[in-house]
Antibody, heavy 121, light 107 residues
Framework: EVQLVESGGGLVQPGGSLRLSCAAS????????VTWVRQAPGKGLEWVSG????????YYADSVKGRFTISRDNSKNTLYLQMNSLRVEDTAVYYC??????????????WGQGTLVTVSS | EIVLTQSPGTLSLSPGERATLSCRAS???????LAWYKQRLGQAPRLLIY???SRATGIPDRFSGSGSGTDFTLTISRLEPEDFAVYYC????????FGQGTKLEIK
């Protein structure tokens, strides 16, 4: 059974940093791209960032480009999202999701339960 | 960037009725790389349909997807109580943009 478990969320001040993690199990992690999707309170889904199975290719939404960095450690079956220069509008539940293929931009066939990031002073 | 517009914003129906949800793209979705997700309150989204018309693993056959190019539809043939939720479409041919969602509520 595929499992994705996010951690690292919390309360941070504007301008601060946070690092999210997503521990994966139940599938061959290195064979699939993985993606971060966020959902602001009461709002819809926003695709944030994706990384290919090898880690060679990454992609970011314009809203986070230059501030967020996605990475993965295939030896630890773990995905990361380093978030710097956080803004109030980054407040959201952040979901980790497994892509359906090795390359980025597959459909998202398994999701974690999410971790809440709150940016507030 | 492709923009997806879902309609209606809210759909009020009764259990047993048929639901038709629409997703329109601002430009053609390459390869019909269009997915539908269901999200119940307080839960993570779940993949229902991929490739515009293929059901994901474990999804009942009352869910069906259709369409191509810029116009796509999710149909639920006979609503069950657990089907009342928010539904999102997503194009994954280029970038991964989502529609704004359709809330399916009990009438």
């Amino acid at each position: 059974e595929v499992q994705l478990v996010e951690s690292g969320g919390g309360l941070v001040q504007p301008g601060g940093s946070l690092r999210l993690s997503c521990a994966a199990s139940g599938f061959t992690f290195s064979s699939y791209a993985v993606t971060w999707v966020r959902q602001a309170p009461g709002k819809g889904l926003e695709w944030v960032s994706g990384i290919s199975g090898t880690g060679a290719t990454t992609y970011y939404a314009d809203s986070v480009k230059g501030r967020f960095t996605i990475s993965r450690d295939n030896s630890k079956n773990t995905l990361y999202l380093q978030m710097n220069s956080l803004r109030v509008e980054d407040t959201a539940v952040y979901y980790c999701a497994k892509d359906s293929r090795l390359r980025i931009f597959g459909c998202l066939d398994s999701w974690g339960q999410g971790t809440l990031v709150t940016v507030s002073s | 960037e492709i923009v997806l517009t879902q309609s209606p914003g809210t759909l009020s129906l009764s259990p047993g009725e048929r639901a038709t949800l629409s997703c329109r793209a601002s430009q053609s979705v390459s390869g019909n790389y269009l997915a539908w997700y269901k999200q119940r309150l307080g839960q993570a989204p779940r993949l229902l349909i991929y490739g515009a018309s293929s059901r994901a693993t474990g999804i009942p056959d009352r869910f069906s997807g259709s369409g191509s190019g810029t116009d796509f539809t999710l149909t639920i043939s006979r609503l069950e109580p657990e089907d009342f939720a928010v539904y999102y479409c997503q194009q994954y041919g280029s970038s991964g943009t989502f529609g704004q969602g359709t809330k399916l509520e009990i009438k």
